[in-house]
């Protein structure tokens, strides 16, 4: 190893420190600080972000990355520390243009404005949250002016999450979308909708938990590399691939929530923990293209756990945990997790009206950044893009524009990913079905460990070092294309409603 | 405030931030982190530990502390920061002596010692643990070398834990327990045992939470400064009075340990979420002195927790919870809460035994430490003491000298402080009792939270501004005597085994 890579190395080690304590005061934040003891995290966590940032943006580091960069050094390095190399190099020439003192207001301002997100959607009050989103827009355009100079602020966003993904591609993806699924749905709620009150008694929450373990350990997110947590809003997030965390809520009368909640974040888990460990604490590790990342979340979510193979081999069991399942049949169990209607909240619906919850968060976005549209406009623009796309107004903001938690950090260009992660799911089941066989047959023989395995071998080992375009070239050998999603919604739901 | 008084807050602001991620780090290994993510937690509490002792003994900090103290800047403090200036000079000064590498090294240690030990236990293998326990004694030598020179190394780790505290002060009221001890236990044991079979019946860990809870809320830990996690051992820590953290276990069978341990851990979270809050982050806040604390967590415990009338308003709440209390009388729980008997495990004995269990660690440290008794001969020692004190020799070392995690991070001389803890209680009995009436009555009357009140005021608040001996000297105007600790279980024993 040149005395450089070696002196690099260290300097990695120690930014990562920073890093590992950054993760862990958010986890803890969320999951278990008392409210008494978030002040302190905050401050903790703006410290400490702050320090990584420095060390980020440091001339050391560029003089390291430069130095590394030139022929001599660059060729002797191996393929995953040329890419790092490459990567950080990119990254850190964008994020030196920001100004240290607008880096450390924000990540201080993120803590904040997520506390008041929560306050805010705890007692349904837009104007608690309405500032701190302003000044979240504000320093989300301030800040990719920088990283960004000259492109438009959310392609810019875009790019962020899910690179080389811009606007007029999603519009010409969405845009098949809405023209299938609209005339899709109302065909499906022309048809009788089968009474789910069964569904809605109460489930113990401890029970809920067990059966949460019961799903994470049949998918395959394994126990030693992996912990739960309780949060308001369930995410996931890894130290590396040896430690990845994921959260859920137990809603007394909505068992069925938190058993898609734990599928959905088990299948971004998964994903973490297969990454290939060599990539550990470097920019190849962890996956940072959030369409790729929700494909796989969604693939277990949707193309797996709402199959009703899936649920052959474990359904008796559900019913062990939660007595109430034993009276309901696997059929009208299918049936329920795959209820078409019309409802409020993102995280709560079906797979189909999903696709319009994302179209309408994505042209709200476009509406803020792209036609100045004010804070102050957005509830009342929210409302009515529900009445456009679902034929429903939420009775107040909690359900409405406050549910989500993605603008109060400033993940603006964030949701998009979802929708996308669906599309690609579309393309990666008919090149798994070509590879391995019928989906439906592999589940209900309980051999998903071999679907694991593949999307182990196919996506996840490479964590950062493919971009979304790479792997969509490389898993199916064409461009991306909602066809195929659509196709299966249109045989999937027909077979399900008798269209 | 002085230009001095300035620059060390700040240095003190920023220490913080590195204790504070020590503490985080150190709660998520214990109660979430799993096995694979470990390291590299370890990892980085050895990387900010350093960092926090290298600040403690930076020549910046020796200088400020220097200025402080002079006079001109010295008598414009207000008291508090009297006290933190001259406590911070002191520890300095004696930390100061501790070469950076040999503090690494013990950090690191330590941490993987805890492991080991947790493996040892696990299998019930000392050998495993061996090394390590053998590490932790030569390392605590060697770095009580540097921190008090000349001072017999076993009284200097006494001093440690309780400040003013020696072995000839302990073995003084340690010898007065075993004389009055002794007869009083054998006068016990001759009497009828009663059944206990009802007390080991199955039940539920999501239930026995939820008791936790409720004995939680009763004594007056708050939740909104408070939270609890799951390990094997419980514990107690904090970051500041508006974040304490507890843990708890849930043996299956074993209900009334996690009821006890949540009461005991329960007290030590009282006592650290009343400091004066303006002690905060610095030397003043937290208490430091190990038997004022555990008198604190023993007097919820056996004072309160083990006295009948604590029960009588909350007995009925436990049946809801854990039903098999409904078939229970409150007479028969309360002689099973002070059912003496001999026993292995110290966290499980009862009252009055385990005061021998106490003893005899006691004893076994000055071995080490005094008589130069070698890690391989420990042991043998452990079970030839449990013959001489409870005529009982464990099956396995897991049950017998591997049962506390305290030797696993060099905590040598804590053990004492247990015992010294219920000395002191007996005598804050004593004058609680002048002052406020009958505890039997309040507790009967569920106004535990007068005591609770008290105690906040008589000894919480202060943290650590009191040593142990003025703390003693405020409350009870005494000198610290175990007539009145043995008084009251003559008292309770007499009543509960009519001797």
Known sequence: MSKLLEEFKNYLHEMNQYEHVVTLLYWDMKTNAPKLGQEAHIEALTHFSTKSFEMSTADKLGEMLDGLAEESEFTALDVTWQFIVRRMKRDFDRNKRIPAEVYEAFV????ESGNAWEEAKNSSDFSVFAPHLKKMVEMTKEIAGYTDPGVETYDAL?????????????DRLFGELKQELIPLVQQILAKPQPDDTAFHAYADPDAQKKVQWMLLDYIGFRRDAGAVGETEHPFTLNFSSKDVRVTNHYYETEPISAMFSAIHEGGHGIFEQNVNPEYDNTVAGSCCYMGIHESQSRFYENILGRNKNFWLPIYDKLGELLPQFREISLDD?????????NSFIRTEADEVTYCFHIILRYEM????????VSVEELPTLWNQKMQEYLQITPKNDAEGILQDMHWSDGSFGYFP???LGSIYDGMYLDTMEAELGSVDKLLAEGRIAE????????IHQYGSTRTPKEVIEAVCGKEVSAEPLVRYFKKKYTEVYGL
Chains 1, 2 share one sequence.
């Open 108 to 111: 201080r301002a993120q803590a």
């Open 158 to 170: 875009l790019n962020q999450y899910e690179e080389g993904m811009d606007s007029a591609t999603i």
């Open 333 to 341: 169990f299918y049936r329920e997790i795959n209820h078409v209607r």
């Open 365 to 372: 976005e476009k509406a803020i950044f792209r036609d100045g």
């Open 417 to 419: 990913s979802y929708l």
């Open 451 to 458: 679907i694991t395995k593949w999307l182990n071998e196919k």
